[in-house]
């Protein structure tokens, strides 16, 4: 049986927001049906080199797969292998690049559509990369959004940024220079960074924010303080599991007894 390949030109051709967004919906109510099983990511290290790992089932559609990506100093490559489940060949081969950040957005898409307050219209933004860009895509494909202000570290990126968004999301979309001023007074907030450290105090935020953390993905980064996860009302997390093996903005409020695994839930079971 010939095995299918899609190129990154492929995926940006057959696939959009709208479609990623429906598709991840309904992975999340299967996963929470029992006919899904999702795998957390491992890591192998080796000079130079990080292999990233995560599988899943989806008996629903029949199909089980993998996805893996190297990061190195020339940067990350990304490919997503499925498989048959009625004969176990491989079926396909894709670059994933782009995948991966539109399956993101749309994750955060689908928390958004279930968490954040109807009439939501104000959103900030932290990160002017790739992912920051498909987060805005998917928050502006459920919510009317009339403004976003964005901020970046690299002040000209974040120009650039956002007069790119204010066409692809049809919204008005403004660079400022002042992290705890984009977070608060916002319906939603977004942070798409690779910080290290908490992007701003969590006592700026209004009661009501809605919050879409996605950067923090080692033990050793946050993007967010003890004070923002000890005022959060509701914790989400797309897998408790792996949230447990990576998830570096709860570690300092586990510790401190802010929070506890306890006390949260896996989106799909929203």
Same mark, same amino acid.
């Given at each position: 049986m010939p095995v299918l390949y899609l190129t990154e030109s492929d995926v940006r051709e057959l696939l959009d927001m709208e479609i990623c967004i429906d598709v991840v919906e309904e992975s999340f109510r299967q996963l929470a049906y029992g006919r899904a099983v999702n795998v957390p990511r491992a890591r192998a290290h080796g000079e130079g080199l990080y292999l990233h790992t995560m599988s899943g089932v989806a008996s629903y559609l029949g199909y089980a797969g993998w996805k893996a990506y190297t990061t190195t100093s020339h940067g990350a490559?990304? !490919?997503?292998?499925?498989?048959?489940?009625?004969?176990?060949d491989l079926v396909a081969l894709i670059e994933a690049n782009y995948l991966g950040q539109l399956r993101t957005g749309a994750a955060s898409a689908v928390a958004t559509e279930y968490m954040a307050r109807p009439d939501a219209k104000v959103v900030g933004l932290f990160g002017s990369g790739r992912q920051a860009k498909t987060q805005l895509k998917g928050v502006c494909s459920v919510r009317k959004i009339e403004l976003v202000e964005v901020?970046?570290? #690299?002040?000209?990126?974040?120009?650039?940024?956002?007069?790119l968004m204010s066409e692809w999301c049809n919204t008005k979309v403004i660079p400022c220079r002042n992290p705890d001023e984009v977070a608060a007074e916002k319906d939603i907030v977004i942070c798409a960074t690779s910080s290290r450290n908490?992007?701003?105090?969590?006592?700026?935020? #209004?009661?009501?924010? !809605?919050?879409?953390?996605?950067?923090s993905n080692f033990l050793n980064r946050a993007e967010i303080d003890v004070t923002t996860v000890h005022r959060a009302d509701t914790i989400v997390c797309d897998s408790i599991e792996q949230c447990k093996l990576e998830?570096? #903005?709860?570690v300092r409020a586990l510790e401190d007894g802010a929070v506890d695994w306890s006390n949260m839930a896996d989106l799909a079971d929203v």
């Open positions: 490559r990304f !490919h997503v292998g499925l498989y048959s489940i009625q004969t176990g901020y970046s570290r #690299d002040e000209e990126r974040c120009i650039q940024f956002a007069e908490p992007l701003f105090e969590g006592r700026v935020l #209004d009661e009501g924010t !809605h919050l879409n953390v996605i950067g998830a570096g #903005d709860f």
